[in-house]
């Protein structure tokens, strides 16, 4: 545990941060952990005390975090960073009656003593794909989280992309226990090189259809009527 006791004078805000410091995410809470202590020295106030605790990978692991946190006392608990460790966490931080911060991008987490404080990424792609409309754009591709969160974004991106008249070329989901997603990105880059091939051959053949329509126009006799 990554844990130190905090004073127990009165008068002390005691926040709970429930982040993963170990597992796949690690990178990821150690930058927001960070994130954080940096806000609170910026802030200098004194009686705001963060106590951290390592969420790791499972909701087993968050809730066993959320378990030491309130015995510390915690008054309010900022994460966990996914949907899973959300509600797992969620009856125990409720019946406790410490309200959650949850940093999961996740909206549908949200619930009585949840709130959701994570980027909502479905306004930007419909930002983004308009753009994309106005420079001229005709296909597009996506690269999304192979969960609930992403299964919206999909749903956006449908949406979207018949509103825009663009055409999907591929979508490809990537796991969210990885920060390794050279594979998933390998079959985008693979779907875009077969798309142009498929462009290229497709005009060569029309190419050739309409020199062949006017050599049949050229050579064709009239119909003969049977008598």
């Not at 106590?51 to 946190?69: H, I, P």
């Not at 404080?117 to 999304?144: F, M």
């Amino acid at each position: 545990s990554k844990t130190s006791t905090p004073p127990k004078n009165a008068g002390f805000l005691r926040v709970g941060v429930l982040l993963p410091q170990s597992g796949p995410l690690e990178a990821i809470g150690d930058q927001l952990v960070q994130a954080a202590k940096l806000s609170v020295y910026q802030l200098n106030q004194p009686q705001l005390v963060l106590q951290f605790e390592d969420a790791g990978s499972t909701e087993q692991e968050a809730k066993e975090a959320t378990r030491r946190l309130l015995q510390l006392g915690v008054e309010v608990i900022l994460g966990p960073l996914t949907a899973d460790q959300t509600n797992a966490i969620a009856g125990l931080t409720r019946r406790a009656n410490v309200p959650v911060l949850s940093l999961s991008n996740n909206p549908k987490v949200a619930q009585a003593g949840v709130s959701v404080l994570g980027h909502q990424p479905t306004n930007e792609i419909s930002a983004l794909l308009n753009y994309a409309a106005s420079t001229g754009a005709q296909t597009i591709a996506a690269l999304v989280p192979a969960n609930g969160v992403g299964q919206e974004m999909i749903q956006t991106i449908q949406t979207q992309a018949q509103n825009q008249g663009l055409t999907i070329q591929r979508i490809v989901t990537y796991p969210t226990n990885t920060t390794n997603i050279n594979a998933q990105l390998k079959q985008l880059i693979q779907a875009d090189a077969a798309a142009k091939l498929l462009a290229q051959e497709k005009a060569e053949l029309e190419a050739e259809h309409a020199q062949l329509g006017l050599s049949l126009i050229h050579i064709s006799e009239p119909t003969r009527r049977t008598p």
